[in-house]
């Protein structure tokens, strides 16, 4: 038997508030201050679970340029209905849209820079699959 466990995915920052605030409302989620000023997390429904932690020597992410590889972002999925609320929501809150270049016809993936560099998509959710054990 394995213990429980959770996952956090923590983006640097140099204004982890900042950038907390923006995902906070990106989710509607709730910003959790701890003890350590420079470490703040977002929790929200649907196992939303996002920390920022504070990098003074932050230097924002470069992709999509060709000599750097993604390394990672965040993929938010939504209802097909709801992806073009979705990008207003985000570009409201400060969301940069990145143009891939490549991209033609109908989107069902749209990139985009959060206020500190890294990017993030909000995508169609997949057909819900069988689910294994």
């Not at 270049?101 to 069902?108: C, D, F, T, W, Y």
Request: charged content about 25%.
């Amino acid at each position: 038997m394995t213990t429980q466990k959770t996952s956090v995915l923590v983006l640097d920052a140099a204004e982890p508030m900042e950038l907390a605030e923006f995902y906070a409302g990106l989710f509607g989620a709730e910003i959790r201050l701890g003890s350590d000023p420079d470490f703040v997390e977002v929790v929200g429904h649907g196992g939303v679970h996002l920390a920022m932690r504070r990098d003074h020597g932050y230097a924002p992410p470069s992709w999509p340029r060709p000599e750097d590889s993604q390394q990672s972002h965040l993929r938010i999925q939504v209802a097909r209905d709801d992806l073009d609320a979705a990008e207003r929501e985000a570009v409201g809150l400060g969301a940069r849209p990145v143009d891939s270049n490549h991209r033609r016809g109908p989107h069902e993936e749209r990139i985009f820079s959060d206020p500190a560099g890294h990017s993030f998509s909000l995508a169609v959710s997949p057909a819900p699959a069988e689910t294994r054990p």
